[in-house]
């Protein structure tokens, strides 16, 4: 007899993480209970990204009741960007989602992103700067005005179109996720424009929606060599798009 197919996962949640040992079960559990209550079945798939502390160990002990719990570690410190990579090639889910584990984005803005799936996007990523937008709490200072510089930077040299490129929330159909991961090459926090370079190249239907959003302190992402790492990813992502349209005029 054969016996009857699993059923589908409607959804992944990739969760990337870096020395987040205290509080990494806390937000897994946070996610989970939000997705058992769903009427479909789901994973999250957690990635730890080569820390130095227990953070792996502290994911796997995670309690998630019916849903489904994949842990991954790399064997070194390689960027959220690498680490978002291995997740999402590693889901299983007809819709995909990636998520930051300060929960500064809460996984109850899940329902605009699959509303959004349902309604054709391929691609739906979280925006803080749209008109109906939520901060409730705001970044330091500092912090948000080197977001905005950058934001800048990428519509003025990359790519136009986007109010928010690097809120860390943002689901993929499968298909768009496995075509647009496959050819990520960006390992560090500049990753988010890649993404939406590529998803541009590749004809996929990208929709911003608005978010409520906090800032969860402290950041892994320090402000000077943070700052500099992006700016050398935007440099990069940018030679390749230059590549990419003097290889289409010929």
């Known amino acids: 007899m054969n016996r009857p197919d699993p059923t589908p996962l409607r959804l992944s949640v990739v969760v990337p993480s870096y020395n987040k040992e205290a509080r990494i079960a806390a937000a897994l559990e946070a996610v989970a209970?939000?997705?058992?209550?769903?009427?479909f079945a789901s994973e999250i798939v957690a990635v730890d990204d080569g820390s130095s502390d227990r953070t792996a160990a502290a994911a796997r002990s995670t309690r998630t009741g019916p849903v489904g719990l994949k842990v991954?570690?790399?064997?070194?410190?390689?960027?959220?960007?690498?680490?978002?990579?291995?997740?999402?090639?590693?889901?299983?889910?007809?819709?995909?989602?990636?998520?930051?584990?300060?929960?500064?984005?809460?996984?109850?803005?899940l329902d605009k992103v699959l509303a959004a799936i349902e309604a054709g996007a391929d691609v739906v990523i979280g925006s803080r700067a749209l008109p109906?937008?939520?901060?409730?709490?705001?970044q330091r200072r500092p912090r948000e005005l080197m977001g905005k510089a950058f934001n800048v930077l990428v519509r003025l040299f990359v790519l136009r179109g986007y109010r928010d490129t690097q809120c860390g929330f943002k689901g993929f159909r499968r298909e768009a996720a496995r075509a647009v991961f496959t050819r990520l090459r960006t390992a560090g926090f500049?990753?988010?424009?890649?993404?939406?370079?590529?998803?541009?190249?590749?004809?996929?239907l990208v929709v911003e929606i608005p978010i409520t959003w906090r800032d969860a302190r402290p950041s892994r992402l320090r402000l000077v060599k943070g700052s500099w790492g992006m700016l050398k990813d935007l440099w990069r992502i940018r030679r390749q798009v230059r590549r990419e349209r003097t290889r289409g005029r010929h």
């Open 33 to 39: 209970a939000f997705l058992a209550a769903k009427p």
């Open 72 to 109: 991954l570690r790399l064997e070194t410190n390689r960027g959220k960007g690498a680490a978002v990579r291995e997740g999402v090639l590693a889901a299983a889910g007809e819709t995909v989602l990636f998520m930051d584990d300060d929960l500064a984005t809460s996984i109850e803005e």
């Open 132 to 138: 109906d937008s939520t901060i409730k709490v705001r």
């Open 190 to 204: 500049g990753f988010d424009v890649e993404v939406l370079v590529l998803c541009r190249e590749l004809g996929y």
